[in-house]
């Protein structure tokens, strides 16, 4: 979204969209009166869109594929009354445009039931100055983890602008300040 805006402001119009070859191509814009920043758009005209419980998008389009060639059970699993099960997960904000949040597959099941997409975990996380970089864990766990690799400069430099003294690297990290 931030850089979406930045583009904007420099004069290039990003218009992203949303769609899928068993779609036919795309089956949401951006309208270019109206960019959604960091979304994927509103549904095309004839496009249908409606979510399961767990959240993956669900569409329904007369450009939908009638299934994949000799793979009927393939077949089955993604086309259902009419719904093309996309994987993909997502939501519609207040003024309906589609805002893309993770796959399906790579939802991680916690020991209580409840399900995480850990890309959006680790796509916010990377978002701040202090992280290289981060990987989301939890499958088969009771919560959520994640380990991080921090960028040693920006931390060093938060530092020593709060003047916080410490003696070695992992103290620092453990700083509660740090933390």
């Not at 979304?39 to 869109?49: C, F, H, P, S």
């Not at 978002?127 to 981060?134: G, H, Q």
């Not at 960028?151 to 509660?176: N, T, Y």
Request: proline letters at 4%.
């Amino acid at each position: 979204a931030d850089l979406g805006r930045e583009l904007d402001l420099m004069g290039f119009r990003i218009l992203e969209g949303y769609g899928l070859t068993e779609t036919g191509g795309p089956i949401t814009i951006n309208d270019p009166a109206q960019p959604g920043f960091g979304t994927v758009g509103r549904a095309l005209t004839e496009v249908e869109l409606q979510f399961s419980s767990d959240g993956e998008i669900l569409v329904r389009s007369p450009k939908n594929f009638l299934g994949y060639w000799q793979r009927p059970e393939e077949t089955a699993e993604v086309l259902k009354d009419g719904w093309l099960h996309t994987g993909d997960l997502g939501f519609l904000d207040s003024e309906r445009r589609l805002h893309i949040t993770g796959r399906k597959k790579e939802l991680i099941k916690l020991l209580n039931g409840r399900s995480v997409a850990p890309q959006k975990i680790e796509t916010r996380a990377r978002l701040s100055r202090f992280l290289e970089d981060c990987i989301v864990l939890g499958e088969g766990r009771n919560e959520v983890a994640a380990l991080v690799t921090v960028k040693r400069e920006e931390v060093l430099k938060f530092c020593s602008e709060r003047q916080i003294l410490f003696s070695s690297f992992k103290e620092l990290v453990e700083h509660p300040k740090v933390l």
